[in-house]
């Protein structure tokens, strides 16, 4: 779950970078992730993290669709590792089903990916037709190639 973008809608402005204070923010998050400090540094995620992010993502939605923002907070209840906020924040936009861009900021840096992801029904048939006729045979040369490289 997660939260809309809307950067210019909400009154953000343009994507000028991420701040090295948004860096910092992780690198320290990664010796304090606790409720207290979380609380503590929500304005400086808010000012050197969302915001340029919401911003980015924004001016890219004419290209690449509406984009979704997910959330800062971990969902511990099933897991090992209890911190409550995540190290990185992502967000995401859809091209079609199962077809994305993701980018992330993190403590590391910035991540930027994309690709085909949790596919269903007509879209995984249009996917095994095309590789099982001529496409197929291109493909597995393709892939011949760069296993050799």
């Known amino acids: 779950m997660g939260t809309k973008a809307g950067a210019q809608a909400s009154g953000t402005t343009r994507f000028e970078g991420f701040p090295a204070e948004a ?11 606790n409720r207290t400090w979380w609380n503590e540094h929500k304005e400086q995620y808010q000012r050197s993290v969302r915001a340029p992010l919401v911003a980015l993502l924004d001016e890219l939605s004419g290209e690449f669709g509406a984009p979704h923002v997910f959330r800062p907070y971990r969902d511990a209840r099933f897991s090992k590792d209890k911190s409550p906020v995540k190290d990185h924040q992502g967000g995401y936009t859809a ?49 011949k190639k760069l296993a050799r490289t």
Request: charged share 20%; no cysteine.
């Open 23 to 33: 860096f910092d923010f992780y690198e320290a998050l990664a010796d304090n992730n």
């Open 95 to 143: 091209v079609e089903d199962a077809i994305g861009y993701y980018v992330q900021v993190s403590g590391a840096g910035l991540m930027v990916g994309g690709g085909w992801y949790a596919p269903e029904g007509e879209q995984v048939a249009r996917y095994r037709t095309s590789v099982e006729g001529p496409a197929g045979a291109e493909l597995e040369r393709i892939l």
